[in-house]
């Protein structure tokens, strides 16, 4: 095995449990649906607004519940932000609303599932939106607190 292989391997080896770790903390998505998931108006709503949002160019996450009534998404007003996932608190909210575990609907502009609008699910639903924090790359104002 050559030097950097080795360290490789070795690296890899130090850094699984932690990874593991991490990954046991971050909310479940729920598995994905064979069948298109029933969204009601007001998540459809909800769907338009995140689109508007985030455009084409727009980094962002829409998670929606299993039954289509809860909804949340994140988003970033400029290119880049402070967050280093935008599914993780899209599905957060999203289960804080429902109770259960979300699935990811849509990342940026693109969908992720299929999913159908139906009025035949009932009305009603908690959603909600959070705007990521922007970075902040002032380098020239060092002594600021």
């Known amino acids: 095995m050559t030097h950097t292989r080795t360290i490789a391997v070795t ?3 130090a ?3 932690t990874v593991f770790a991490l990954a046991a903390c971050a909310p479940s998505a729920a598995p994905p649906s064979r069948t298109p998931i029933a969204i009601t108006p007001e998540t459809n709503a909800e769907i338009a607004k995140y689109l508007r949002v985030v455009k084409s160019t727009r980094p962002g996450a829409f998670a929606v519940s299993a039954d289509g009534r809860d ?3 994140t988003y970033c007003e400029e290119i880049s932000c402070a967050a280093p996932s935008y599914t ?3 599905l957060r909210g999203c289960q804080s609303y429902s109770g259960a575990p979300c699935t990811i609907l849509f990342t940026r ?3 992720r599932l299929a999913f159908t609008r139906t009025e035949a699910t009932g009305t009603g639903g908690r959603h909600g939106s959070e705007e990521q924090r922007e970075l902040d790359f002032d380098f020239n104002d060092r002594n600021r607190n």
Do not use: G, M, T, V
Request: aromatic share 14%; proline share 20%; no cysteine.
């Open 71 to 73: 909804s949340y998404f």
């Open 109 to 111: 502009n693109e969908p």
């Open 15 to 17: 850094l699984a449990p």
């Open 11 to 13: 690296l890899l080896a």
């Open 88 to 90: 993780q608190p899209a």
